[in-house]
């Protein structure tokens, strides 16, 4: 893989899984897999899925066994995925490895599109907030400030909170940049991946109350279904859960997988 290439964004999981159970009906319909790799590169939406697979149809062509042409790309394809097609050569049912795995990206892709639409109320939310904060500190706060400095009056705690932020700029354009930070946080996640988990924004995403404990279930529900796909594939339990773990991105449920 080029440069340019590792540049490119994560190939989404739909696209992932329509390859892959492609590539079962073709292999099913004796198609050599070099040949139904480079029919199907057309067909894809994403560039650095495109370049992947022109390059593991050019391993493959070369002699590079299967499970070892799919450890060269595991940026695209998780560790995980080589595991299974190397089961699934072992015991003759490549195809039913590629359905396997299609049916993981699936399920990778409805959990990401869930998220997605949970996620679209508190970004909105988040930005009517701010839009709100902006208007209030902006416009009213400076006329009420005129309006109470006239009134000998001891005024509650919010409100001379709120005055002294309309008194220190500096403090307003803090609240404001918080919380466009936050509005920024979350649109990356539901833009680009609702279930990322590594990184600092991954880690700060599954920290928050609501955000962390419905990615902890996707994270959860992508676990089993990881194991189920490794036990169908006649994996001892043990190093099933070792590679479960190993292709789980928060912390907690790798420790205890």
């Known amino acids: 893989m080029t440069e340019g290439a590792d540049a490119m964004p994560v190939p989404a999981s739909d696209q992932i899984s329509l390859l892959h159970r492609t590539l079962a009906g073709l292999c099913r319909s004796d198609v050599p897999l070099g040949r139904a790799l480079r029919v199907l590169e057309s067909d894809l939406g994403s560039a650095k899925l495109k370049e992947t697979v022109r390059a593991l149809a050019a391993d493959i062509e070369a002699g590079t066994p299967l499970a070892e042409a799919y450890k060269r790309h595991q940026g695209v394809f998780p560790p995980l995925y080589g595991v299974i097609v190397e089961a699934g050569m072992a015991s003759a049912d490549l195809p039913g490895a590629f359905e396997e795995i299609a049916r993981h990206a699936e399920l990778r892709a409805d959990l990401g599109s869930k998220l997605r639409g949970l996620l679209t109320y508190p970004i909105i939310a988040m930005c009517c907030i701010l839009a709100v904060a902006a208007f209030l500190l902006v416009v009213v706060v400076p006329g009420f400030e005129q309006i109470f400095a006239s009134l000998n009056v001891e005024l509650p705690l919010p409100t001379r909170m709120l005055l002294m932020l309309g008194d220190t700029p500096a403090m307003g354009a803090g609240l404001l940049c918080a919380l466009g930070v936050f509005v920024v946080i979350v649109g990356l996640s539901w833009s680009r991946d609702p279930l990322l988990e590594r990184g600092f924004l991954g880690g700060l995403l599954g920290s928050m109350p ?48």
């Open 210 to 257: 609501v955000l962390g404990s419905m990615r902890w279930q996707a994270g959860s529900t992508t676990a089993c279904a990881t194991l189920a796909l490794l036990l169908r594939r006649s994996l001892p339990l043990d190093r099933a859960l070792q590679l479960a773990a190993a292709s789980a991105g928060q912390p907690r449920l790798r420790a205890e997988l």
